[in-house]
């Protein structure tokens, strides 16, 4: 059963908006829980979600400017936008990364720096538990439509739960070592906690920014897409020998584009124009109902 277009659009905007009203009250609690607990790790996890906040901002327009028909100004489209936001992202919370890895490095090297050790138990707790919340919400609304911007913040909630957890467990060790012989190690736990957050994030920012690289380069979806398309194709181009036509795709955040160029010969078995309409149709709908990510209102050029 095909969703009707309007509550799609309506189920996307509303993730959007959640995952903004989170990321504002998760940026305060971090900046206010940092300033409580003088812990650089939680005053990161604060500007990671500010960084979502202000992402999410434009997310929200860029949903609706994407949806938008070509016009004179963007003569193919807005589809662009998408990718190019998710690759700014990926780009801020790469550099905000590296910044927070040098300042714990330092900090390691000048004898670490002591925390309030109790608030930022509590703080980690809530803000994991908050993280998979609205990483279950986000996840479920990807599946009932097809939104890379919802679906890239699903994973980025899901990921903040996951790096929380690891916060958790680490001062918690610390908090365990006060009053033992290995009382020296606690004032390393906050900068210790920082570079634990940079490296299990690392492979965040760098799968958003690929991404986002490849498909403002206009590179060709992955294999399992275009070995999915192809294989819808050949029941109906089957009157056509394959060496007489050539199929090209792109994907572009949410829209894929599918160019097909037949060489037509006196006995193409292709019997003019309507009937091409009626092929193309065909390849449309079977493609909108089994790839993921085909904008059903983009026709396949041919």
Known sequence: MTRDPGESVNLELRALTLSVIGALTMAIAGFGFAALT??????????????????????????????????????????????????????????????????????????????????????????????????????????????????????????????????????????????????????????GVVLLLVVLSASLPYSIIRTGFRELLLAAPPMDIQEEVKRLLDPELEAIPKEDYMVRMVKVGRFLHINIYILLADDHGVDGVRHQDEIRQRITLAVGRTVPGHHRGRPVHM
């Open 38 to 191: 003088h812990s650089v790790a939680i005053l990161l996890d604060g500007a990671f979600s500010l960084i979502g906040f202000a992402t999410g901002l434009l997310s929200i327009r860029i949903a609706r400017l994407v949806r938008q028909p070509d016009d004179e100004k963007f003569q193919f489209g807005y589809s662009s936008f998408e990718p190019l936001l998710n690759l700014i992202k990926g780009l801020i919370i790469a550099l905000v990364g590296i910044y927070a890895a040098f300042d714990a490095v330092r900090a390691i090297l000048t004898g670490g720096r002591p925390i309030v050790m109790g608030y930022a138990l509590i703080y980690a707790v809530v803000v994991a538990s908050a993280g998979f919340a609205v990483s279950a919400i986000q996840r479920s609304t990807a599946k009932k439509i097809y939104s890379p911007l919802v679906e890239v913040d699903a994973k980025n909630w899901f990921m903040d739960g996951i790096l929380t957890v690891a916060v958790f467990f680490a001062f918690l060790f610390a908090y365990a070592l006060r009053g033992t012989s290995f009382s020296w190690m606690v004032d390393y736990a906050d900068p």
